[in-house]
């Protein structure tokens, strides 16, 4: 028998980096690669790139110079190993790798990567393969199912990419230029993914997309469905206990998204919609389409829908042009708003988007000491958030054995990590939990009734859907 291959994949940025590198996982499979989590032994390495964090590209381009030097040891040795680059930064600056990396023997974009065993068959006799292309086939019609025994080794909690792409061109983003115009897959094919992980004792599922509730996929019935219909439809596979999606735009919260936070017991009630900034004035700038009170009043209306509903969000600080008038405008909006977490950034120009060519008026000295008070404004309600839910009974679905021996650990509504003393055998399962304090972020409790850990799993929340 012809021994395995090993693959490497280390991923960078978004959820929806971790959910190709999976996908990449399973398309490389029939050719008898298996995953290694070391680089150094492994006989194909890729590196899944994110674009939109600062210096994203020298991080790529650092790792690649460590892979360099594994891989010629691994020619001294009497091995082959090969080096792919996947994702945005492929996307954005192919030929650009090529050139200042000629270790590399993969460049492959995001929209491209069912094409791997074919791109690493023609590097093997061309000596390199680029493929940065759009292909006008959806790759998702190629791309190999993963195996049962590969869905269970995943764990409980699985993503599905529902759409990808984005029509909104925010001054700031290159989502727009490595990932597309948007795109959603249609209903039947998300089902059939869903119904799939369900079968293999996957419980919660996130619906991920570069803009996903701005999904329009076709429906059975021959309509174009909203983000709302579809969450309505998957809440009735048998198996899925909770829903999820990331990540949002303000704009595109419709009626049928709202009705599904308020009549789907199994829609976590925490949403991540990313506001990036509290001032008109600079949102303008960015090109978001929406003001601050446009944000606010989306949040109201989610909360007239879902009383119990938190929220997290994206703020940018030190885009070109933030004053401290437009800086306390966040400030502002982040206190009204209350949040439950938050990820806030130093602006760093991305090559090739319109706020690149803007001129800078912000110090790094004043980038950093905003960042500063904003965080410690997230941390502040973030912590708070946390400790209210001391001396509560939630429930929590178990994930996995936690460091700590003896200890389970799982995840609240509001994804929040929460450790108990139980038996693995509760993985799997919603069970309630009363929280007696808190360590940083994660929770720590008791099982109300310990001996529901000895029960079977709970049965899928019905919808009525």
Known sequence: MTPPRKLHIKSYG???NVYDAQRMVDTLAPDGFVETASAEDA???ILNTCHIREKASEKVYSELGRLRVAKDEAARGGRTMQIAVAGCVAQAEGEEIVRRAPVVDVVVGPQSYHHLPELLKRAGHDGRAIETEFPAADKFGFLAQPKPDAIRARGISAFVTVQEGCDKFCTFCVVPYTRGAEVSRPVAKIVDDVKRLADNGVRELTLI??????YHGGGPDGQSWPLGRLLEHLAQIPGIARLRYSTSHPRDVDDSLIAA???LPGLMPFVHLPVQSGSDRILAAMNRKHTADDYRKVIDRFRAACQDIAFSSDFI???PGETEQDFRATLALVTQIGYAAAYSFKYSARPGTPAADMQETVSLVEMDQRLERLQELIDAQQSAFNKAAIGTTVDVLFEREARNAGQIVGRTAYLQPAHVMASPDIIGKILPVR?????RYSL???LVTPELAQRPALSPIATGA
């Open 14 to 16: 978004c959820q929806m």
């Open 43 to 45: 006989d194909l390495v």
């Open 209 to 214: 997309g570069q803009n996903v509730n701005a």
């Open 261 to 263: 936070h308020r009549d």
């Open 317 to 319: 600080v030190g885009f």
């Open 435 to 439: 929280i007696d304090s808190l360590e």
């Open 444 to 446: 720590l409790g008791e």
